[in-house]
């Protein structure tokens, strides 16, 4: 972004249009970039001549400013002094009142005065007394991260998000709206999404939006447009607020680009509740997967993309689930509405409870769960217990009443996952040549072997070895079914000794 005072806009034909550079001004960029380079060393008294004077040479000496803006972010300045400034004016005031300075003479000896206090000579006191000045600092380095043609680029970009600072509403359409409703989110900002004749557009606005049309939020929009710019084939256009007239900017991936440098990466949440919720959710061992930002909901003519997704690991079955965060509660009434037009979907909805508006949800037939500073886990997954009891009962229909599996030794979990089924599926599914033993199904003439191979007395990383020889891992289950149990030796181990009754 650039100061507003570089802005370079036309008016013409009422609307807004942004003076981007041209490829004829790429000399003036690289003269730009090489003044830069050829006063490390100097002061920045004599690099600003430098640039004063291609200012004299440019059509436009704004078009030269933002260049040396753009330039000045990679370049360092450094206050070079025998003495810190500070102390050096300090020492020479207070000299000056001892002396009584009303003459050129009077300075001298002051100065001198000085300069014995601070163990370095007049002169060097004359120098460091305003050299933390702008004009006094010295350009120490220039590393340029741009070549001319991408600081051409690179200003185009500074120079359309100046020309946003002054919007009251952006409206997108691009390739990728799921990353552009990310930026949107993190940004603080509101968006609704509408259907078009050829497409979907992401309206985006401040959270006050609904009360007064304002343009508090532009630096946002302005950050917002360099999101858009790494994406493909899109489209902005803003309304803007000049000095109290209405005017149309449009942008377009022809017109700005993000330069040779790295895309700010998005970050995978929008906000700390999301990032927070989704985290704890996925250290739980459940059989739905947490998708972030799912496919677009229709909504009637709207379209909306909810924070999350649940989808069941054994069937094609998915409910979405919306945190209502940060928004007022008249942005949540206006989205109530939208969920109201949602058909044939399965919905979880968050609501903070400040925002007082989840009896609302609910009187909608919406689930709905309060939360207040995080999403308690254990609220949703109570949510989808209430699914899941259905499609357990489905996925169990398809089974039938007694499975007999090859092996010998084979755990709950690997044969449901064979028949794409929960464990929770085969409760009441009976395994005619196996027993259960905790979450593993065992043919007797295994337990029997090891019945016989087991004493009491035998310790207990001896049994552990072998168990593991036919698979299994469950040792207090099987020693149990067995009859034992385990003595525990201080820190040395174990041994097993029949049950005590």
Avoid at 52 to 63: H, M, N, Q, R
Wanted: charged share 30%; with cysteine; aromatic share 8%.
């Amino acid at each position: 972004m650039l100061r507003k005072d570089l802005l370079r806009v036309s008016r013409a034909g009422g609307g807004y249009h942004p003076q981007f550079a041209e490829r004829a001004d790429r000399p003036l960029a690289a003269r730009v970039v090489g003044t830069f380079a050829d006063h490390v060393g100097e002061p920045r008294s004599a690099l600003d001549a430098a640039l004063a004077d291609l200012e004299a040479d440019a059509d436009d000496f704004k078009l030269v400013r933002g260049f040396a803006a753009l330039c000045e972010r990679d370049a360092t300045f450094e206050t070079r002094a025998a003495v810190p400034p500070e102390r050096a004016r300090r020492a020479a005031f207070e000299a000056a009142e001892s002396v009584g300075v009303v003459s050129e003479t009077d300075r001298d000896r002051a100065l001198a005065r000085a300069g014995d206090r601070l163990g370095v000579a007049a002169d060097a006191v004359a120098d460091s007394l305003f050299a933390d000045r702008d004009a006094r600092q010295v350009l120490a380095d220039f590393d340029p991260r741009w070549t001319p043609d991408e600081l051409l680029d690179q200003y185009d970009l500074s120079l359309a998000q100046t020309a946003l600072f002054d919007a009251v509403e952006v409206r997108v359409r691009c390739a990728d709206p799921k990353a552009l409703i990310s930026a949107v989110k993190r940004l603080g900002l509101m968006y609704e999404i509408r259907r078009t004749d050829d497409g979907r557009e992401v309206v985006v606005t401040g959270p006050d939006r609904l009360f007064r049309r304002g343009r508090r939020y532009g630096t946002a929009f302005a950050r917002l447009l360099r999101s858009v710019a790494t994406t493909a084939d899109w489209r902005l256009t803003a309304t803007i607020d000049d000095r109290g007239t209405e005017r149309e900017l449009t942008l377009t991936d022809d017109d700005v680009g993000v330069p040779g440098v790295a895309p700010l990466a998005e970050p995978t949440y929008d906000s700390g509740v999301e990032s927070d919720f989704a985290a704890r959710f996925a250290a739980l061992s459940l059989d739905w997967d947490l998708v972030r930002e799912p496919e677009p909901l229709a909504v009637g003519a709207r379209v909306m993309i909810p924070d999350f997704a649940f989808d069941y690991r054994y069937a094609d079955f998915r409910v979405f689930f919306e945190i209502m965060g940060f928004w007022t509660p008249e942005y949540v009434e206006k989205k109530l509405g939208q969920l109201a037009d949602v058909e044939d979907v399965e919905m979880l909805v968050a609501v903070d409870e400040s925002l007082g508006v989840s009896e609302e949800i609910e009187a909608r037939d919406h689930r709905a769960i309060t939360y207040s500073g995080s999403v308690r886990v254990k609220d949703v997954v109570d949510a989808l217990r209430r699914y899941e009891s259905d499609l357990v009962a489905e996925t169990r229909a398809a089974l039938p009443d007694e499975l007999r599996p090859d092996a010998d030794v084979v755990s709950l979990a690997d044969l449901a996952e064979t028949h794409g089924v929960s464990e929770d599926a085969l409760a009441d599914v009976t395994f005619p040549d196996h027993e259960r033993v905790g979450r593993t199904l065992v043919r007797p003439v295994v337990l029997g072997d090891l019945a016989d191979a087991i004493e009491p007395g035998t310790t207990l990383d001896a049994v552990e070895e072998r168990l593991a020889e036919y698979g299994l891992s469950e040792t207090s289950a099987v020693l149990s079914r067995l009859g034992y149990e385990v003595v525990w030796e201080g820190l040395s181990g174990g041994s097993i000794r029949e049950k005590q009754r």
